[in-house]
């Protein structure tokens, strides 16, 4: 879990008249929902938005938003962003249930790609997936989930079900079954490479 907190107020002022003043004055409208409880309306400083967002937790980690001194733990559902400037705005959290089963994507982080042996001797590391769905109670969801590629032989790839997911954790694809085992990162050989080991194998024939 991540140890992002936000400061936000409570506010009654809705509308789309509303929502323009508030970003006007920096600020980012936003609503929190879910777990049970009525949703609550509430704004947040445009500062410290553009602050959280840098961090790669801030889409895929809990959050506690401190709403008129009460800690409140949610989770970014979706988040509006300006046509062309770098401003948020608008925000939907959902409460976190810290006792029912949550589902989020969270990013992958690929690991020894460049002492990889397939890479040492040419091969090309391929990202077929930046992010994995996965379930797990609030407490146990990580911030990324790694995938090792040391030892991903040239020619290979490596799998939803080969992804050592933490303790509690499972993904949300493999729940579905065996056709949605989607490979994650592959090791191809340069094109070169291929075509030199084909007109080999030619003459090789011939």
Known sequence: MSNITIDAELRSDLGKGASRRLRHAEKVPAIVYGAGEA????????????KAQEAEAFYSSIITLNIAGKAVDVLVKDMQRHAYKPRVQHIDFQRVDNSATITKAVPLHFLNEDSAEAVKNGGKVHHLATEIEVSCLAKDL??????????????????????????GVSSVELAKGEAHDQAVVSITAPKGAEEGDSAEEEATEE
């Open 142 to 167: 990580p911030e990324f989930v790694e995938v090792d590629v040391a030892n991903l032989e040239l020619g290979a790839s490596l799998h939803i079900s080969d992804i050592v997911l933490p303790a």
């Open 39 to 50: 949703p609550v309306s509430i704004t947040l400083e445009q500062r410290h938005v553009m």
